[in-house]
């Protein structure tokens, strides 16, 4: 018998599909975007948890200004996001992001690509989606009975997404289809995760930290009306506007 032993591998390598923010730019103008990030979300850096961010330049492939890339992953390192790909510049700005240490990403498929060019593109800033852009088929409704926890995430692809308890400040629920919310909603709901306008949210404690309908976002703060803050809600999309309304 021989003295070697077998030793096991200390690591695998899997594919994998995770869920990024995707961050359609549309000015190369760093002051803008630093203003236009202070307007919409304030000092508000919770609103995100880190989560990692795909920057698509498609609609500023051929602006003469240059990106300032390390302002932009600054400015959006300060509210919570990782910044870690880039996808649909020219040949210059893709070299740029990767020498600010981004990864290229695969392009749009180009009926997506061509929709990120008409007139009525979503309002800034981003848009939940997964990088791997594939046609789902239709999948039984996603279900959750237990309590969700701040940092948890539930994703429903090709389905809808049922909580039958609350989902707490931190906590996030994305849906491809409807997302329901039979308690309590404190943390973010993402309705439409790949671009269905007719998606919507429906909850019996209206609390969020921040809904959106097929990348239509709106942080939710103090200022709700009174016959739906912490009472049964919709929210659904009228064009390129969220209307939240009495259940």
């Known amino acids: 018998m021989s003295g070697e032993t077998t030793q096991r591998s200390g690591f695998d390598m899997k594919s994998a599909q995770l869920p990024v923010v995707a961050f359609a730019l549309r ?8 203003r236009e990030f202070s307007e919409r979300f304030g000092n508000d850096s919770e609103l995100f948890d880190n989560d990692p961010v795909l920057i698509d ?3 500023v492939r051929d602006a003469e200004t240059p990106i300032d890339f390390a302002a932009l992953t600054a400015l959006l390192r300060q509210y919570r996001t990782m910044p870690v790909a880039v996808r649909g510049g020219n040949a210059q700005q893709m070299q740029a992001a990767r020498e600010a240490g981004l990864i290229a990403a695969p ?13 009525a593109v979503r309002e800034v800033i981003h848009e939940v989606e997964v990088v791997k852009e594939v046609q789902l088929p239709a999948k039984t409704t996603v279900r959750v009975d237990k309590p969700m926890r701040s940092g948890q995430q539930v994703y429903a692809a090709g389905s809808d997404v049922v909580v039958n308890a609350v989902v707490s400040f931190g906590a996030e629920v994305i849906a491809d289809g409807n997302v329901h919310v039979y308690g309590p ?19 019996t404690c209206f609390e969020p930290q921040l809904v959106s309908i097929a990348g239509i976002y709106r942080t939710v703060e103090s200022d709700l009306p ?22």
């Open 27 to 34: 000015s190369t103008d760093a002051e803008q975007l630093a």
């Open 57 to 59: 330049l498609v609609q």
């Open 107 to 119: 392009e749009a498929p180009p009926a997506r690509a061509a929709a990120a060019e008409k007139p």
């Open 185 to 203: 909603l404190r943390g973010r709901a993402v309705a439409g995760a790949r671009g269905d306008t007719s998606a919507r949210i429906y909850c």
């Open 226 to 247: 009174p016959d739906v803050a912490g009472k049964p809600a919709m929210v659904r999309l009228d064009g390129e506007k969220l209307l939240i309304e009495p259940l």
